[in-house]
């Protein structure tokens, strides 16, 4: 398996653009997560979804954050309008049973909005 | 919810000496704990994990330990090198729900 895919490894843009970041989880894994890494707040919880239903989106910094999973094999993270705050590696993770088994982590896209 | 507390933030040793890091947890229904190695640019990939039927687990120079009365797990590295040098997480989750991450520690081994 090629493991956890994201894309783009790395997105430039100017303060007020939507962005959108992809993911492909591995294939049989039930469950998808979006974290965003930065050096002041380690790595966060956006939200996680299972079975593309989203199960708890309670990290979702503010309505200008949205998630979806039309299907088992993609996840879109997506910010209208972007800010420079919003500047962060994001990664998307994938697990068949969390709480047994471990996340599996994509390389992440380093996010930079100016 | 789950709260997860590491220590310490920094650490720097010499190569050979081991290294310890700790963390506690707030939720006592967590019952997976897994420490996830991070080095510059990369992603964050597991190197152990320790469910909350067992007190310890060993491999090779790696070891965790889990006081689950104390809400209490331990990351241990023995005979440090310097490819060891990374960020480590320490997490915690239950079955079906989030995994929440400590805030990482740095550990910077010195040749």
């Known amino acids: 398996d090629a493991g956890v895919i994201q894309s783009p490894r790395h997105e430039v843009t100017e303060m007020g653009q939507e962005v959108t970041l992809r993911c492909k989880p591995i294939s049989g894994h039930d469950y998808l997560f979006w974290y965003r890494q930065t050096m002041m707040r380690g790595l966060e919880l956006l939200i996680y979804?299972?079975?593309?239903?989203?199960?708890?989106d309670s990290g979702m910094p503010e309505d200008r954050f949205s998630a979806k999973m039309p299907n088992a094999s993609f996840s879109t993270l997506k910010i209208q309008p972007s800010e420079p705050r919003d500047s962060a590696v994001y990664f998307c993770a994938s697990t068949n049973l969390p709480g047994r088994s471990p996340l599996h982590f994509g390389n992440g896209t380093r996010l930079t909005v100016t | 919810g789950e709260n997860v507390e590491q220590h310490p933030s920094t650490l720097s040793v010499q190569e050979g000496d081991s290294a310890v890091i700790k963390c506690t947890y707030s939720?006592?229904?967590?019952?997976?704990f897994p420490w996830y190695k991070q080095e510059l640019g990369k992603r964050p990939q597991l190197i152990i994990d320790?469910?909350?039927?067992?007190g310890e687990k060993k491999d090779q120079r790696i070891a965790v330990t889990l006081n689950k009365t104390a809400k209490h797990f331990s990351l241990h590295i023995t005979e440090t090198q310097p490819e060891d040098s990374a960020v480590y997480f320490c997490?915690?989750?239950?079955?079906?729900?989030?995994?929440?991450f400590g805030a990482g520690t740095r550990l910077f081994v010195k040749a």
């Open positions: 979804f299972n079975n593309n239903v989203p199960i708890d």
């Open positions: 939720d006592s229904a967590s019952n997976y």
């Open positions: 997490a915690a989750s239950k079955g079906g729900f989030k995994t929440i």
């Open positions: 320790i469910r909350s039927n067992v």
